[in-house]
């Protein structure tokens, strides 16, 4: 590898979309050759603008296989160019949220300088872990999609590949993404996007989607036309993702609540929620969760039990991922010129006229 070449890194999740909320939500599936396409449309904005190496995951669902199958049936001279591609195969694959981390450490560890995820809230949630300070762009594949954009693909990847070949800067093309950490004595997890208390006893299928169990509810971010249990606040206390404060309800039943939001908290799942109170939350400020006994869940799954002796505590961190803004990008891309040339010869001819 030598010093100029720019390398990216894409994971796609070939479970993305398929969690038990689609048996009580119409969401839109994205099948195994949409986002083995979706990627090779990332390969072509990549090298377009100059990325020169990419890193692809691999998986038993068929996505890396149908990438595999294009790259060799690629025509030379007749097709559109693509970066070098590596597949990332030194790690077995487990069938769980573990391939994608460790495929993004690897790609870390190998010098890329854009990771790029295609998932749920789930995925974008476990690559944000395991990418440190590497921009990333989440693109959506999943059954909640309240962090990644629908973007189309190509669009996100020349956004993405000017940011890792230096075109736009970090500065101008990426902002810094807000957390929730969520604790519970010695355990701890991170969400993008929302932590809630829910009266249910146990884990389970890990989704959630009975808002009528949930008595408290963290955003880091809430927006009128948002999906998922953040869109509770978004109809009631918007909370834009640019702004550092996040926001804070109190749940109760909707009969006896002071305000009802009918909120689409799934795919084609409209429901009235109940909320008696809500508060802007600061950056740092630890918060304590009155719940004692039932469980807490990050970004719409269930991932920590309260036993009932236990405290929950939630707070706010500026320290989250850093994330491409596809529209800044490209606005800095027109304002300079960075996916225009001219043609000289055009305008000799027109000079001689």
Known sequence: ???????????????????????????????????????QRLLTAFASVGVTRALLSTDLGGISAAVLRALRGRRPGRDGGWPDVVFCDDDAITGTARDTTNAVRRMVADGARLIVCLGGDGTARVAAAACGDVPLLALSTGTNNAFPRMREATVAGLAGGLVATGAVAAE?????????????????????????????????????????????LFCTFAEPDGIGLSSVAGQLCPSPRDEPEGVALTLAPPEHARWVVHAPIAPGLVVPVGVDAWRPLPVGEPVEIGLRGGVIAVDGERELELTGTETATVRLCAEGPRCVDVSAVLAEASANGLLRTENQVAQRKERQR
């Open 172 to 216: 101008t093309g990426t902002r810094r993404a807000t957390v929730l950490h969520a604790g519970v004595a010695d355990r701890g997890e991170t969400a993008l996007v929302d932590v809630c208390a829910s009266r249910s006893r146990h884990i389970g299928s890990r989704a959630l989607w009975h808002p009528e169990t949930i008595t408290e």
């Open 1 to 39: 590898m030598t010093s100029d070449t720019v390398t990216v890194g894409v994971v796609a999740n070939p479970a993305s979309g398929r969690d038990i909320r689609r048996l009580v939500a119409q969401a839109s599936v994205f099948p195994t050759a949409e986002k083995a396409n979706m990627v």
